[in-house]
């Protein structure tokens, strides 16, 4: 609508709907304002940080992103999808196939080797098992841990298993997770600056093929490194900040 008329934009590109969009959005617990009014455009292809101090709404707000959490008002669509519209067995297709979740604490099963609980990413999609596993694998070695695919979680160390879950959030069956959501809740929390600086340089690496990337971190040098940081104070979004030329 405001490109110029030498400058016409290409028909697929006028199509696409943002990858998500928050408007007016808030979540209450109670008396407690966990979000208040956040409106948010998140574009394909995107690297953002989330910052603020704790309990200033930043899990809030990317489990509303991630349809984890539903607002007490405002609209939130993904992938052009009005979310609250959605039946809930859509909502679950919805998941299965462009959101990926990465948490501080990682949640792999005891026992199973990691080759499994990655392929289990994609039990909703219903892709037949033979098919899962080899996506699995392939996802594993992306993350750098082709030679641990039997290995069970108590044989890894912290760093390893975070990218077992990166490697999990990203299984899609396409095959280079374009169009896919990646959330990560201070992914590297938990974790030595060493494996932690791996974590992170994965997530860059995987936004470069495409991948749309929203991470939540307390550390303001990381936050740094980020092309667009999001600033939360009490529930609302207090700055929307991009480093680097303007597109
Ligand atoms: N289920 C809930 N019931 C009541 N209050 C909640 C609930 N979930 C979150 N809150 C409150 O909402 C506010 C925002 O919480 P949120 O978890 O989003 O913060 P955060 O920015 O992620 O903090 P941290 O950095 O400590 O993880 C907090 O004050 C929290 O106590
Ligand atoms: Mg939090």
């Known amino acids: 609508m405001n490109a110029p008329a030498h400058a016409p934009v290409r028909a697929e590109e006028e199509q696409a709907p943002p990858l998500v969009e928050l408007r007016g959005v808030t979540r209450r617990h109670g008396g407690v304002t966990a979000l208040r009014g956040a409106t948010l455009t998140i574009a394909r292809g995107e690297l953002l940080a989330v910052v603020g101090p704790s309990g200033s709404g930043k899990s809030t707000l990317l489990n509303v992103i991630g349809t984890l959490d539903r607002p007490t008002a405002g609209v939130v669509r993904v992938d052009g999808h009005d979310v609250a519209a959605l039946s809930d067995r859509r909502l679950s297709a919805l998941r299965a196939s462009t959101i990926g979740f990465v948490f501080q604490q990682f949640h792999l099963a005891a026992g199973v080797p990691v080759l499994d609980s990655v392929a289990d990413g ?32 108590h044989e890894l160390s912290g760093g390893e298993k975070q990218r077992c879950a990166i490697a999990r959030a990203v299984l899609s069956d396409s095959p280079d997770g374009r169009g896919r959501l990646l959330l990560a809740d201070e992914p590297t929390g938990a974790l030595d600056s060493a494996s932690g600086a791996r974590v992170l340089s994965l997530l860059h690496e995987l936004n470069a093929a495409g991948t749309t990337v929203v991470v939540i971190t307390h550390d303001r040098e990381l936050a740094a490194a980020f092309p667009r940081r999001i600033r939360l104070k009490d529930g609302g979004i207090t700055a929307d900040e991009t480093t680097g030329a303007a597109v």
Do not use: I, N, Q, S
């Not at 892709?127 to 996802?139: G, H, I, K």
């Open 122 to 153: 994609l039990l909703y999609g219903g892709t037949p098992r033979p098919r899962r596993r080899a996506l699995a694998e392939a996802a594993l070695r992306r993350v750098g841990l082709g030679d641990r695919l039997r290995h069970r979680p």
